[in-house]
């Protein structure tokens, strides 16, 4: 998919985990590569799942990018770097600053291309991206497949010790036995969520 919007412009490509969203990014990096267009990825450095300086999908494709803490510190990186395209991976553990960043850079004539959970565990809009998907032009919502269901699966299903995890846990959990699945609306649950 190419857009030829006048001058920059924001993309997200958002939806549930195990959607594809960071094979997608690397889908589009490789079409940049091919083009030979210059680009830059970044990723949160609390995000050290596959490593430091890496942004790699669950089928262990990968691509290096610059692990930072906070959204205004992709700045200095364009003085040094000649680019044409931003790439943002796991946007929702940015800081609240990152909309006021991708819209800045977009005005600025960048293709800003940003990868995340649109949604928490609870369903809820999550951190950032909300702000980032009211400002895109191009927005890619994924999906993944319920393994209950069957059907498209929207939202994040956070497992602690084996069941659903509450509505009042914490958004992100530090040493727990957790694990996530996708899921369809009708087979989330979230004990304690007002219905």
Known sequence: MYHNFDGGYIEVVCGPMFAGKTEELIRRIKRLEYAHIPYIV?????????????????????????NIEKAREILPYLKDHKVEVIIVDEA???DEELPEVVDH?????????????????????FGPMPSILARAEVVTKLTAIC???????????????????????????????????????NKHDVPGKKK
């Not at 291309?113 to 609870?122: A, E, M, P, Y």
């Not at 498209?152 to 040493?175: E, F, H, W």
């Open 105 to 125: 850079l977009a005005d600025l004539g960048y293709r800003v291309i940003v990868g995340g959970l649109d949604r928490d565990f609870r369903g809820e809009p």
């Open 92 to 94: 929702l553990f940015f």
């Open 147 to 185: 393994p209950i269901s069957g059907k498209p699966a929207t939202r994040t299903q956070r497992i602690i010790n084996g069941k659903p995890a509450s509505y009042d846990d914490p958004i992100v959990l530090i040493d727990a036995e957790e694990s996530y699945e996708p899921r369809s609306r």
């Open 42 to 66: 970044f990723k949160p450095k609390i995000d050290d799942r596959y490593g430091d300086n890496v942004i790699k999908s669950h089928n262990k494709n990968q691509k290096d990018a610059f």
